[in-house]
């Protein structure tokens, strides 16, 4: 019987991808992943069977995966950013049930991470993650997350703004946190991250309402305390003043 | 003038550090950090001066590097984990606030990445990380925190479950979650990932409450839909049926 590593592969740069993730694809026989991704892996795929498939055939392409190991090949899903984090990790481990199949997961630098670190420092205290996709999650849950998060004075990173048939996601969700949020909060996002078009901005939630995001957009809402210092966007680690820490 | 690298390691052992991260201490002439994380990174600091800090000293281990960029060096601020989340990023950030240096931030894999793999996928879903530390922030916003948190039925990462002075965080945590989640929701712990003494557990919340954790454990609590399969810890992508994703 063959495995199946799930491979985290970082934004996209090779630079950014870690040895172990990079040696679990060099290992593979057969490499799965959505066609954008399989792409950034140029030159690192000779003489390795692709199974590449478009975005929203992830089922498909995982059930694929699953039947190339049984039959005894060395399969890596590839993902970009981790593997875990709105990656293909949980649909591998659901579709593999049952079946004794040897299951390695490989983490990567997810968008939150190498997103911040372009913007400065944005996640140096407790944050959340929501994605704003409502083609597997009711709108309402997105909706009371959102307003949670609010509540809970957390950072938050926003994962896939857009969809191609809705635009207002975004929007969307400023409206519920300006509601609570005052409209100076200091927000940003970033684009394409180690990619050619690398793009980031910084700028207050009143503003981040009506900007223009597309797929590959990763956003990021500070919290009360996070500011704008020589032109990064930073988030304090503490609440309290500073010198506090001397006491300890 | 001299420069600083932010610089995420990722959990410690080599394989699970980024080629750019490495090189960042590679180029440094100066080397900031914990002892322990210092200690990690042993064979690639041959020629450069450290600055080596415990616990609790970050802001002078920032100031002292700050200074040392003054004065022409190349200096890597090393963190364990991510650069940004819980890092030293903001924090380098503000004390070099105005002074015109060049600082970079290199993301790593932060232990909710890196913890996740290894449990399985707990994280495929919206995420909060919560510090239970109330040294910087204080105890009534974190209990607010894991309030919301549960409110909003995200999954969460709990990072440092316990402080030296105090051991009853994470019961408290896990009281409060009670209060709203099944005990029998889908948890798991790991500890020392990627080093000597790697371990983890899945359990149920009921459990967790009683279980031993200490500084360099990393809890996951899962949301309504986290269940275990095949003795990993699962969350589905998806709140609806599966076959919806077919329609596409």
Same mark, same amino acid.
């Given at each position: 019987? $063959?495995?199946?590593?799930?491979?985290?592969?970082? #934004?996209?740069?090779?630079?950014?991808?870690? #040895? @172990?993730?990079?040696?679990?694809?060099?290992?593979?026989?057969?490499?799965?992943?959505?066609?954008?991704?399989?792409?950034?892996?140029?030159?690192?795929?000779?003489?390795?069977?692709?199974? !590449?498939?478009?975005?929203? &055939?992830?089922? =498909? +392409?995982?059930?694929?995966?699953?039947?190339?190991?049984?039959?005894?090949?060395?399969?890596?899903?590839?993902?970009?950013?981790? !593997? $875990?984090?709105?990656?293909?990790?949980?649909?591998?481990? @659901?579709?593999?049930?049952?079946?004794?199949?040897?299951?390695?997961?490989?983490?990567?630098?997810?968008? !939150?991470?190498? $997103?911040?670190?372009?913007?400065?420092?944005?996640?140096?205290?407790?944050?959340?993650?929501?994605?704003?996709?409502?083609?597997?999650?009711?709108?309402?849950?997105?909706?009371? &997350?959102?307003?949670?998060?609010?509540?809970?004075?957390?950072c938050i990173v926003i994962?896939?703004?857009?969809?191609?048939?809705?635009?207002?996601?975004?929007?969307?969700?400023?409206?519920?946190l300006? =509601?609570?949020l005052?409209?100076?909060t200091?927000c940003?996002?970033?684009?394409?991250?180690?990619?050619?078009?690398?793009?980031?901005?910084?700028? #207050?939630l009143? @503003?981040l309402?009506?900007?223009?995001?597309?797929?590959?957009?990763?956003v990021f809402i500070g919290?009360?305390?996070?500011?704008?210092?020589?032109? &990064?966007?930073?988030? #304090?680690?503490?609440?309290?003043?500073?010198?506090?820490?001397? +006491?300890?």
């Amino acid at each position: 019987m $063959g495995d199946i590593a799930v491979v985290g592969i970082g #934004p996209g740069a090779a630079k950014q991808c870690t #040895p @172990e993730a990079d040696a679990a694809i060099g290992r593979a026989t057969v490499v799965a992943g959505y066609t954008t991704y399989i792409a950034l892996l140029e030159g690192r795929l000779d003489g390795k069977r692709l199974i !590449a498939t478009g975005m929203m &055939r992830e089922i =498909e +392409r995982c059930h694929a995966a699953v039947d190339a190991a049984m039959q005894g090949e060395r399969v890596a899903v590839v993902c970009s950013g981790d !593997a $875990g984090i709105y990656g293909m990790a949980s649909l591998v481990l @659901e579709s593999a049930e049952g079946k004794g199949l040897d299951i390695s997961i490989f983490p990567g630098i997810t968008a !939150a991470c190498s $997103g911040a670190a372009l913007l400065g420092a944005p996640l140096s205290h407790d944050f959340c993650t929501i994605s704003l996709s409502d083609l597997l999650t009711p709108q309402d849950l997105i909706d009371k &997350r959102v307003r949670a998060a609010a509540m809970g004075d957390f950072c938050i990173v926003i994962y896939n703004p857009m969809s191609k048939s809705r635009r207002d996601k975004l929007s969307r969700a400023c409206d519920i946190l300006l =509601e609570t949020l005052r409209p100076d909060t200091v927000c940003g996002w970033t684009k394409n991250i180690g990619r050619d078009g690398e793009q980031s901005k910084i700028l #207050p939630l009143s @503003e981040l309402r009506d900007e223009e995001v597309d797929m590959f957009t990763t956003v990021f809402i500070g919290n009360s305390q996070t500011r704008a210092i020589d032109g &990064r966007m930073v988030t #304090p680690r503490g609440y309290e003043n500073k010198t506090h820490q001397s +006491r300890h």
